[in-house]
């Protein structure tokens, strides 16, 4: 990885190790869809708030909901800014990590689900984090949907077209 690896050591004081590896800009994001995709069929728009502190992730989604006329990403590296967002514009869906560096995610969800505002907004977990027990626990705390990553997105796409349904939900302000 054209990096470096050093050590010092001292008996009976410790030790030392250092790494260094350069740093590279992220990889492009591709999406890649079936051949014949089937999309849901989409044209009245909608607010998507992303609570992610990845940005390779964040931009996969981004791409993904190109697929979406219409649809406005809002976005929240940290959770307490994602509660923020979220009770000031009221997304139609909440996509939500569970490994944040502030709040962890299952707390967003909880806290999410305790606001008036924010409690009638459909949360999907996206996380890598997908164990049977941790699925069942947060869907029985009150998220919509568990997608696991590396995601895949056309069902994605069929979650946030079945959770948003036909009317937007969101009101600013």
Do not use: C
């Not at 010092?8 to 995709?37: D, I, K, N, T, Y």
């Not at 998507?48 to 981004?62: A, C, G, T």
């Not at 164990?131 to 947060?138: A, D, F, H, V, Y």
Request: charged share 25%; proline share 8%; glycine share 8%.
């Amino acid at each position: 990885m054209n990096g470096t690896l050093e050590a010092e050591s001292e008996v009976g004081v410790g030790s030392r190790f250092a790494l260094a590896l350069p740093l590279v800009e992220a990889p492009a994001v591709e999406v890649m869809l079936p051949e014949s995709p089937v999309l849901p069929a989409w044209g009245r728009g909608g607010v998507v708030l992303y609570i992610e502190d990845n940005l390779s992730n964040f931009r996969l989604v981004e791409r993904v909901l190109e697929l979406m006329p219409g649809t406005t990403l809002l976005s929240a590296i940290q959770g307490r800014l994602g509660l923020e967002l979220a009770s000031q514009h009221r997304p139609d869906v909440i996509l939500l990590d569970l490994h944040l560096p502030d709040v962890p995610g299952e707390e967003v969800l909880r806290r999410l689900l305790a606001e008036p505002r924010t409690r009638q907004i459909p949360v999907i977990i996206l996380s890598a984090d997908a164990t049977p027990g941790q699925i069942e626990r947060l869907l029985a705390a009150g998220a919509r949907a568990f997608l696991t990553k590396p995601i895949d997105v056309r069902r994605l796409l069929a979650v946030l077209d079945e959770q948003m349904g036909t009317e937007p939900r969101h009101s600013a302000g």
